[in-house]
C-alpha cells in the first residue's frame, strides 16, 4: 500500500515550509558590494598618517636600490 501524495499546498508533516534564499541572507555578492562600498567610503574619509605621494616615493626608492645591488653586484 502507497502514501497518498500530499496536495499541492500541503506539506508532509515533518518538513518545514521553504523560505526563499534571498529572506534568510543575503547573496555572497551583495555582501561582497556592500564590505567594497564601506571600505571604499573609508578610504575617502578616513585620516591618514602618510600620503600616498610619499608611500610611492619610499617605494620607487626601494625598488631602485634594490636594482641597484642587483645589477652592481
Not at 506539506?11 to 555572497?28: A, M, N, Q, T
Request: without cysteine; proline residues 11%; negative net charge.
Amino acid at each position: 500500500m502507497t502514501t497518498p501524495a500530499p496536495e499541492p499546498d500541503q506539506r508532509p508533516s515533518g518538513e518545514k515550509p521553504e523560505e526563499p534564499v534571498e529572506d534568510v541572507k543575503p547573496s555572497l555578492v551583495t555582501r561582497r558590494r556592500e564590505r567594497l562600498r564601506a571600505e571604499i567610503h573609508e578610504a575617502r574619509h578616513g585620516d591618514h598618517l602618510v600620503p600616498t605621494w610619499m608611500l610611492t616615493t619610499i617605494l620607487v626608492v626601494i625598488v631602485v636600490g634594490w636594482l641597484y645591488l642587483i645589477y652592481s653586484a
